[in-house]
């Protein structure tokens, strides 16, 4: 239980990325008040928290009724999984920078940034998602691995919701060289469980099953 435990408070910090989701929410909300701040970075974490909870609760259901089985989500699910990983560690997704722009300056506009973009596409994002769905299902119906992961995510939620309510002072203290060693750091370990994930999946596949 300790090791799905880890993995998937691995995975949900490098997908979520509290740090940098945090240096974006003070950029935006510089020009909001203390209590303005407080309540947006709390709203938003409970409704990004919501979000994941009903898909890992329901997301293996979702893909059942669609068809997909649990060897073609870990392969679709690790090459996501992975291209995130990657990015976090080299930076390579310019078009990402654009949409994040897009998303801020939409974001600027408007008074409260709660549910989008913080909840979601910031905390509550595709990585995110597909990650909550994967590891769930990777739990083999295990009620307590299932506590673990779910324990998991909202241990990273908690730790979230504290880099937002910190989030001038955070993004002060640790830089943008703080900021990059530790995304760095995560992004590495998400491309090797990425990768296992892929591995988990070819190998329970009908590719390989002849082999078995």
Known sequence: MLQIAAISFTTFFA????IGVS???AAITSENTPGQR???AIRGTAVSAAILLVFALFGEALLGLLGISLQALKIAGGILLMIIGIDRVFDILP????ARAAESEEAIMKT???VFPLATPFIAGPGAIGASILLMAN??????????????MFAVLLITLGALLSASYL???LGVTGRH???????????????????EGLAGSILFSPLQ
């Open 38 to 40: 407080r309540s947006m």
């Open 95 to 98: 078009e990402k920078m654009s």
């Open 112 to 114: 409260d940034i709660s």
């Open 171 to 173: 993004q002060k203290s």
């Open 15 to 18: 997908t979520i990325g509290p």
């Open 181 to 199: 060693v530790i995304s760095r750091i995560f992004g590495i370990l998400l491309t090797a469980l990425a990768v296992q994930f892929i591995i």
């Open 139 to 152: 739990t083999g119906g295990d009620a307590a691995l299932k506590i673990a992961v779910i324990s998991s």
């Open 23 to 25: 240096a974006m929410f």
